[in-house]
T-cell receptor, first 112, second 115 residues
Framework: KAGVTQTPRYLIKTRGQQVTLSCSPI?????VSWYQQTPGQGLQFLFEYFSETQRNKGNFPGRFSGRQFSNSRSEMNVSTLELGDSALYLCASSLSGIFEQYFGPGTRLTVT | AQTVTQSQPEMSVQEAETVTLSCTYD???????LFWYKQPPSRQMILVIRQEAYKQQNATENRFSVNFQKAAKSFSLKISDSQLGDAAMYFCAYTSSGSARQLTFGSGTQLTVLP
């Protein structure tokens, strides 16, 4: 069974631009969660989607948004990029929630 | 708010020896789950072991076991017979069983395995 895939793996953007990251969960998994990992703040929960609905949201500004499609694939969007948004963005999928999450390899976003 | 604390930023262990990584957490919930995740240099997070708070028995997965002390809010990971492939950053994580089910991670412990 294929694992969680994330595209692109690496991305360089300029401050003020917007970016969209994609996550394809393991087949049959309906829950997708997103995390931001930085050296300073560590791993922080962004949001979780289940059956196309945002079920949980972390403490991030409205510039961070996401959505989930009917095939459970999820996208995360960050608008008006700031230097501090440079991070590794991890996506995780599970059958029904947080309890048994499988992570993707991450997307490394660099904002210049 | 729930917090997870890993007080050992770095640890090292000799190959084939045993090492214990510490984790404490703070919560007012009675029903929750605790995890240890491993993140090797590839950055891929891998679930090592999971513990349900309502279970008194400590979880075990091959060479990995936990010491779960609910009253003390402590959740340590013991790695037996350490192997070079165990070298990684280890994160302790918490989630409640309630509606706000999100993983809260500790700051991590970088484990080095010495040959």
């Amino acid at each position: 069974k294929a694992g969680v895939t994330q595209t692109p793996r690496y991305l360089i953007k300029t401050r003020g631009q917007q970016v969209t990251l994609s996550c394809s969960p393991i087949s049959g998994h309906r829950s997708v969660s997103w995390y931001q990992q930085t050296p300073g703040q560590g791993l922080q929960f962004l949001f979780e989607y289940f059956s196309e609905t945002q079920r949980n949201k972390g403490n991030f500004p409205g510039r961070f948004s996401g959505r989930q499609f009917s095939n459970s694939r999820s996208e995360m969007n960050v608008s008006t990029l700031e230097l501090g948004d440079s991070a590794l963005y991890l996506c995780a999928s599970s059958l029904s929630g947080i309890f048994e999450q499988y992570f993707g390899p991450g997307t490394r976003l660099t904002v210049t | 708010a729930q917090t997870v604390t890993q007080s050992q930023p770095e640890m090292s262990v000799q190959e084939a020896e045993t090492v214990t990584l510490s984790c404490t957490y703070d919560t007012s919930e009675s029903d929750y789950y605790l995890f240890w995740y491993k993140q090797p240099p590839s950055r891929q997070m891998i679930l090592v072991i999971r513990q349900e708070a309502y279970k008194q028995q400590n979880a075990t997965e091959n060479r990995f076991s936990v010491n779960f002390q609910k009253a003390a809010k402590s959740f340590s990971l013991k790695i037996s017979d350490s192997q070079l492939g165990d070298a990684a950053m280890y994160f302790c994580a918490y989630t409640s069983s309630g509606s706000a089910r999100q993983l809260t991670f500790g700051s991590g412990t970088q484990l080095t395995v010495l040959p």
